[in-house]
């Protein structure tokens, strides 16, 4: 089986040349669409694949450090929400489906394999400001805010070490 960034460069090899800087806006646009949708076939069985690596990082850090608070953003294309087929599912609704089991350890002495949090982000890295949703793996129907999502990081890591670390999210 070939590598990711083999199989990548092959399919970008297939699309040619980017567009030059001074393209038309539209052919700019079709190039960065066919290069996120070779992206998302290239990636499609990558998702199940990657979550046994995801759960050895997650054992090996909390053994090593059972009070961390571990999370994970996975970012995903905002197209990822809206490529679902009649044989299967969105990119975005199947990494709900696999990653949910993977968010939500309570306390260090819960399941060495889960995050903390774990979030799934859609973002529209081609525009220039680059808007992005964020949603706690296996919420897909409700977005969290950013500053939402690291305030509760925050007062999680605050809980671990009472110590060391306060947290408030007043100003």
Same mark, same amino acid.
């Given at each position: 089986? @070939?590598?990711?960034?083999? $199989?990548?460069?092959?399919?970008?090899?297939?699309?040619?040349?980017?567009?030059?800087?001074?393209?038309? +806006?539209?052919?700019?646009?079709?190039?960065?669409?066919?290069?996120?949708?070779?992206?998302?076939?290239?990636? +499609?069985?990558?998702?199940?694949? $990657?979550?046994?690596?995801?759960?050895?990082?997650?054992?090996?850090?909390?053994?090593?450090?059972?009070?961390?608070?571990?999370?994970?953003?996975?970012?995903?294309?905002?197209?990822?929400?809206?490529?679902?087929?009649?044989?299967?599912?969105?990119?975005?609704?199947?990494?709900?489906?696999?990653?949910?089991?993977?968010?939500?350890?309570?306390?260090? @002495?819960? $399941?060495?394999?889960?995050?903390?949090?774990?979030?799934?982000?859609?973002?529209?890295?081609?525009?220039?400001?680059?808007?992005?949703?964020?949603?706690?793996?296996?919420?897909?129907? @409700?977005?969290?805010?950013?500053?939402?999502?690291?305030?509760?990081?925050?007062?999680?890591?605050?809980?671990?070490?009472?110590?060391?670390?306060?947290?408030?999210?007043?100003?």
């Amino acid at each position: 089986m @070939a590598r990711v960034d083999e $199989r990548l460069a092959a399919i970008l090899a297939e699309l040619g040349d980017k567009p030059p800087d001074d393209a038309k +806006a539209s052919v700019k646009k079709r190039y960065s669409e066919l290069v996120s949708q070779a992206v998302a076939e290239v990636f +499609a069985g990558e998702l199940t694949n $990657r979550r046994g690596d995801m759960l050895f990082e997650a054992v090996t850090l909390h053994r090593k450090f059972p009070y961390a608070v571990l999370a994970g953003f996975f970012i995903l294309d905002h197209e990822a929400a809206s490529d679902a087929t009649d044989r299967r599912k969105s990119t975005f609704n199947n990494a709900h489906l696999r990653l949910k089991i993977f968010t939500g350890r309570a306390d260090p @002495a819960g $399941r060495d394999e889960q995050y903390e949090r774990l979030y799934v982000v859609l973002m529209n890295a081609s525009s220039r400001d680059a808007p992005f949703q964020v949603y706690l793996a296996g919420c897909p129907e @409700a977005p969290v805010s950013l500053d939402a999502a690291f305030d509760e990081l925050l007062a999680l890591v605050a809980e671990r070490d009472p110590d060391s670390t306060s947290w408030t999210t007043e100003p």
